[in-house]
């Protein structure tokens, strides 16, 4: 491990990755996130899942500078009482769950097939590439709205609750792999014909041994770029799906449903119920995607030349 | 003497983010009206890039840090962007190595080469289309009248050479810098380019560059050689005397080591022990020293200037007598 | 030529029949469909026997049969909701949807090809950098957001314009079908928020391919070629870079159809356009099985076609494609 570590110290990537200020600071504010997500029952003010908790009275309480405010509510409350903080620290917990569960679950799908696809080829390759291209020329935004909807219908809004997050993390992720399962592809399919492969070969290692232990780790560049992009796709289709009001149950609000519950109320002067969880919401997946954006300069060998 | 086109002790550089490379550290020759020089070398030795900088081609983060570029008596590398283009493609027009890479895949032939003469010439497309159909006779190529409406990828690597050869000569230049035109083509093909190459400029008119690793193709063609090693020319004279009788360990190395050259059936053909320095680790002194047979302590310590042994002949090593 | 066509049409037919499947596998399986027909208060007898005489026991591949030969006929069933044929629905919502995506899209090209030209020939610029920020921002707020954000700057608190409906609205062809809004000052005043949220997803985007196209085409030999043939910067860039880095945008836009059909869907709730995004969470939330399905196997019409039509344009386009008919 530790010559492993030390060429990592010494590598171009940890190199350029210091003198980019903006990837840095992505960086920081992801960990930093992360930290609030996870230790969000220990920061948060108070636990927003928790019905005890919210007082129909404290409903439209705005921001606590303004006149009319509640020092308790530091960013005011949404109309069912809820406090904005502890609400947005926990929709962010959710967000972060769905958009990882998600993208592990398009990864293992994709990558699967992606590898037999691309190294098996011949009738395999086309037949997983036709059901891919099917799938990616769907919009998977509808398909999710169907099978949220279809759930809902068929199970009853009760059992739907429980197993919403699960289900999105389904949802999402089986939406998506055709993403993954193509560049997997391309990737392979460009080592494939490198000579370490052939060596391999003669060598007798078996067809699936070396598509893991020796293609797999050739084309991790690639992946981990898409795999930014991908995380930050999947937060904002539950930010999406929340917001028409088939993703995060009313009881459980991510952002997306804390939008949507503001948007009724942004007319009557309540806007702190849109404004913060969106610029909450921006500001995460906008880092994912400063993260993602020098992620691909940096390990795009074509663009060394910028 | 004044000559048409006398490059002066060239260097190119290269900005990059760790430092500044030197990829041509003073080069200089010369090239009269419808002279053949040959430059040859190794890849990355700079040959290339000299081609290049003559017509300053050259890609950023490369600049032209010094020396004077001849041409007609003026110094061309002061050009700006807008008057260099009244020299290149028009006085001076050069030929690249993959003719895949080098048409447009999605304009047609005759789009290509009346663009060219209309970039330099006030002209009709009529005009110009017969001045095309000219010179695509003048290279051999069939149906000249059904090529210009084809794409580059319905033609032959041979064909797709000779209309890019077609291409430079549509202005009637007076030089033609060919840089490893013969490389990405079949054997066969190679030899057909190359004698086109020679008949075009038997006339006088026309000067050729040939800029190659291919010695073989060299000598048919070339009056006059400058081997380049590592940015440097280290040996320059007339083709015959060079290829014959060369001087330079290096250059020696080089005649040695070609099949059917120098070495008859049934020699061994020789090596140059090692590699040639990458550009940012150049050694000290003379930059061949550490795969040198004939060197002395001079030899790593102080670079060994181009010196003129005779009529048209240099060397630059200190163990050279002249 | 020929040939690639068919192979494509062949193709898209294919893609459709199977969508159709699972849209007709799920409308079997989930809802009632007696029930739209014949309300609550039914014995379980007259159930059955309307069941047994719409064929509803007939084996699964016959009653498939039989929906896809009515669905070429253009019957698609009844919605629940509107009580009218399904197709008939989805007819009248339609031109909704297309002028906002129209709208859209104009607003897409006309922005995001010189600014994804621009910001390819001159990355170092400021406002490239200022341009290229601003698109990271832009993918990273989700269209409802902007659509929220719009309506309050422009509506709320500029009044400068409306924040919901379409607007007066012209009856184009005089048969209650098109209703079009382009034709009053006060439709398209109605289009202009709703496009520019639209547009703001796929700007972005498109910027960036722009860009990143054009950049790589930028570096290739035979651009080199044509600067050393000494041709001018502008036609090196406007016709030789620009026609080579347009080809793959063009099948981009393709696949980018199926996210903006999506994203009307978003759209048209904030705005409260009455199109066909705004029917389908209709038909979703008050579950017209029907109607859903009829959007279903439009709106998958609706891609494979544009999408065999770019494949096709780009192989009429592209000259390395036109003959072989592969790619």
Redesign the interface.
Known sequence: MKPTLRKFKESYFLYSFKRDKVAMASFIAIIMFLLIAVLAPWISPMNPYDSNNINIMSSEIPPAWNEFGDPEFLLGTDNQGRDMLSTMIYGLRTSIVIGIGAVALQATIGILMGLTAGYVGGKVDSILMRLADIQFSFPYLMVAILISAIFQLVFGVGKYEELAIPLLILIIGFAEWPMYARTMRASVIGEKGKEYVEAAKIIGLPKPVIMVRHVLPNSLTSLLVISTIQVANAVMSEAALSFLGLGMPISRPSLGSLIRAGFDYIFSGSWWITVFPGIWLVLFVLVINLLGDWLRDVLNPKLYKG | MSHLLEVQDLEVKFALRFGELTAIDGVSFTLDKGEKLGIVGESGAGKSVTGFAI?K?I?KPGYISAGRILFNGEDISLYS?TK???????RI??I?Q?PM???????TIGTQMV??LK??RDITKKDAEKIALEKLRKVYISSPEARLKQ?P??LSGGMRQRIIIA?SLLTDPAVIIADEPTTALDVTIQAEIMDLLQELCQSGEMGLILITHDLGVVSQVTEKIAVMYAGKIIESGSTDSVVNNPLHPYTKGLIKSIPGGVVKPGQRLEQIPGMMPNLTAIPDGCSFNPRCLIKDKICETEEPPLRELNEGRSVACHMIQG | MFAFIVRRAFQAVMVMLVIALIGFAVQKNVGDPIRPLVGERVSPEEREALAEELGLNDPFLVQYTRFIKKAVHGDLGISFIYQKPTTEVILKHAPATLELVIGAGLIVIVFSLPLGVFTALKPKNWFSKFVMGFSTLGVSIPVFLTAIMFIYLFSVILGWLPSYGRGETVDLFNNGYWQSGLFTADGLKHLILPSFSLASIMMPLFIRIIRSEMMEVLE??????????????M?IWLV?AF??TL?PVITVFGLQIGIMFAFTILTETVFQWQGMGFMFLEAVQRADIALLNAYLVVVATVFVIVNTVVDIVYGL????VR?TGTK
């Open positions: 017509i081609l890609s962007s260099i283009r009244s020299v290149r493609g028009d027009s050069m690249f993959d890479m080098t048409l447009n895949p999605v304009f663009e060219t970039a330099h794409y990828h319905e291409i | 290739t030999e035979y651009i080199k070629y044509a600067w050393a043939k000494g041709l001018a910067p036609r030789h026609k080579n080809l386009i592209n000259p390395t003959i």
